[in-house]
């Protein structure tokens, strides 16, 4: 019996569950496209961390936008290799873009570059009144008296 491994499908979703949007951001975009390689980390319940490899790139570079929950970081760099003859290309120098959908309430926090490495910071900020509450119970005894039945006792 073959398993099914679901682990590549939630590389392009952040902070959400959602088996269908994940099954359908993974068939248009990720199987095709490999660069850069990043990672996604989890610091806490409500943070988290994509990290992308984005050696010869400067902040200049490189553009991060969120727009209707897609996260969208792109980058462009300028070819300017005229008269250079490369015996070997390992760095890879070309343009690219990664989409992530973003599930509701997680925002982008901070964006920083540093030794090759952009980090992306981002933060479940869910409102409080979405957010459980706890009801005490009190040992007062409530009026069983509904106020409707009250009005019409009184007419």
Same mark, same amino acid.
């Given at each position: 019996m073959r398993t099914l491994d679901l682990a590549p499908l939630f590389r392009a979703s952040v %902070? @959400?569950?959602n088996l269908t949007r994940v099954l359908d951001a993974a068939t248009r975009q990720d199987s095709l496209q490999a660069y850069p390689p990043y990672?996604?980390?989890?610091g806490s319940d409500d943070?988290?961390?994509i990290t992308f490899a984005v050696a %010869? @790139?400067?902040q200049?570079?490189?553009d991060v936008v969120v727009e209707n929950n897609t996260l969208t970081v792109s980058g462009k760099i300028e070819q300017d290799s005229e008269g250079v003859a490369y015996l070997h290309r390992g760095i890879a120098g070309r343009s690219f873009e990664r989409r992530f959908q973003l599930a509701d309430h997680i925002k982008v926090t901070n964006a920083t570059m540093e030794?090759?490495?952009l980090h992306v910071d981002l933060k479940r900020e869910v409102p409080e009144s979405l957010k459980p509450r706890v009801i005490s119970i009190s040992n007062t005894p409530v009026s069983k008296q509904i106020e409707g039945s009250a009005k019409q006792k009184a007419a």
């Open positions: %902070g @959400f569950d990672n996604i980390a989890k943070d988290y961390r %010869g @790139f400067s200049d570079d490189i030794n090759g490495l």
